[in-house]
């Protein structure tokens, strides 16, 4: 899980103070920002343009999985560029160091993950129109990536992956669990891979109740990002999780409770509702949970 750094003094690890140059672009990486198991984030100014900020992000491949998941995030973004609700990137390059490969992904840069802005309100509730101005950012770039033939699905949505951008709208990132591996797990050797490309590449608290038990061979496709953000809006609303994440029992059997405060309209509890189904298939697609809600959708022409 990402852990983010905002007021971090400098380390004189890692790449701070480097130059270098990714693609067209020549850049001056400066302080860490985020960090997770085998990356960083930086933030980096534009060598040529000093009043132009990016995030550099820094991953180090030991292995050809972790090379792989560089490309499927970098593939994954490509295919979304444009879209207002993904976060951009802008250049990328892999770096042969020898035993090791190291990938370099300029982004554009957001200031505040939606983490960071849930975890500072305190007990300061959204109002109800504030909540679905961020669900409807998210359900966008959802809407996009299951649109996709065949349909991609996010497999770790949550607030840390979720950032405001530099125009004020909320900007999907981290691709590299995305997925169009749908699938029903039949094979005891197919469910002990799976589980463990599960454990590795999706987060408890948001993890749908097919992902937690194989053995029910339910189908395992894109409705897993339907129960995460049914998770994601739960939080958005009431600023805890719908389920602690180790609850396995309890996520199963789709049991929590909505809290009687904040009081939300039944658009809203109705929503979290169905998409908290322990069923996949009781679950609305992206398009039915846009209906529910009257959203026109965007259209947008990618690429």
Same mark, same amino acid.
């Given at each position: 899980?990402?852990?983010?750094?905002?007021?971090?003094?400098?380390?004189?690890?890692?790449?701070?103070?480097?130059?270098?140059?990714?693609?067209?672009?020549?850049?001056?990486?400066?302080?860490?920002?985020?960090?997770?198991?085998?990356?960083?984030?930086?933030?980096?100014?534009?060598?040529?343009?000093?009043?132009?900020?990016?995030?550099?992000?820094?991953?180090?491949?030991?292995?050809?999985?972790?090379?792989?998941?560089?490309?499927?995030?970098?593939?994954?973004?490509?295919?979304?560029?444009?879209?207002?609700?993904?976060?951009?990137?802008?250049?990328?390059?892999?770096?042969?160091?020898?035993?090791?490969?190291?990938?370099?992904?300029?982004?554009?840069?957001?200031?505040?993950?939606?983490?960071?802005?849930?975890?500072?309100?305190?007990?300061?509730?959204?109002?109800?129109?504030?909540?679905?101005?961020?669900?409807?950012?998210?359900? &966008?770039?959802?809407?996009? !990536?299951?649109?996709? $033939? #065949?349909?991609?699905?996010?497999?770790?949505?949550? *607030?840390?992956? +979720? =950032?405001?951008?530099?125009?004020?709208?909320?900007?999907?990132?981290?691709?590299?669990?995305?997925?169009?591996?749908?699938?029903?797990?039949?094979?005891?050797?197919e469910m002990g891979i799976e589980e463990d490309n599960i454990r590795k590449h999706t987060t408890p608290a948001y993890r749908a109740?097919?992902?937690?038990?194989?053995?029910?061979?339910?189908?395992?496709?894109?409705?897993?990002?339907?129960?995460?953000?049914?998770?994601?809006?739960?939080?958005?609303?009431?600023?805890?999780?719908?389920?602690?994440?180790?609850?396995?029992?309890?996520?199963?059997?789709?049991?929590?409770?909505?809290?009687?405060?904040?009081?939300?309209?039944?658009?809203?509890? &109705?929503?979290?509702?169905? !998409?908290?189904?322990? $069923? #996949?298939?009781?679950?609305?697609?992206?398009?039915? *949970?846009?209906? +529910? =809600?009257?959203?026109?959708?965007?259209?947008?022409?990618?690429?």
């Open positions: 899980m990402w852990r983010f750094k905002p007021f971090m003094q400098k380390e004189h690890n890692g790449l701070e103070g480097r130059a270098v140059d990714v693609g067209n672009l020549k850049i001056h990486i400066r302080n860490a920002i985020a960090e997770g198991g085998f990356s960083c984030v930086y933030l980096a100014r534009d060598a040529l343009h000093a009043s132009k900020q990016y995030a550099l992000k820094h991953m180090i491949c030991n292995d050809e999985e972790s090379l792989e998941l560089v490309m499927k995030e970098v593939s994954m973004m490509k295919s979304l560029k444009g879209h207002p609700n993904v976060v951009t990137l802008l250049a990328h390059t892999v770096l042969d160091m020898g035993r090791t490969k190291e990938a370099l992904l300029v982004m554009e840069f957001c200031d505040k993950s939606l983490v960071n802005v849930l975890e500072s309100r305190g007990s300061g509730y959204f109002e109800e129109k504030q909540i679905l101005l961020i669900f409807r950012d998210v359900c &966008n770039a959802v809407f996009a !990536m299951h649109c996709q $033939s #065949p349909p991609v699905a996010h497999r770790d949505l949550k *607030a840390e992956n +979720l =950032l405001l951008g530099s125009d004020g709208l909320w900007k999907l990132c981290d691709f590299g669990s995305a997925s169009t591996n749908h699938k029903r797990f039949e094979k005891p050797e109740p097919e992902m937690w038990d194989l053995y029910r061979r339910e189908l395992i496709n894109e409705k897993v990002d339907i129960w995460a953000l049914g998770c994601l809006l739960f939080r958005i609303c009431y600023l805890k999780s719908a389920f602690d994440g180790e609850s396995k029992l309890q996520i199963l059997n789709g049991n929590y409770r909505i809290p009687e405060l904040p009081k939300y309209s039944s658009l809203i509890t &109705n929503l979290i509702k169905d !998409m908290l189904q322990a $069923s #996949p298939d009781a679950r609305p697609d992206i398009t039915q *949970a846009s209906a +529910l =809600l009257d959203w026109p959708f965007i259209s947008v022409k990618l690429g």
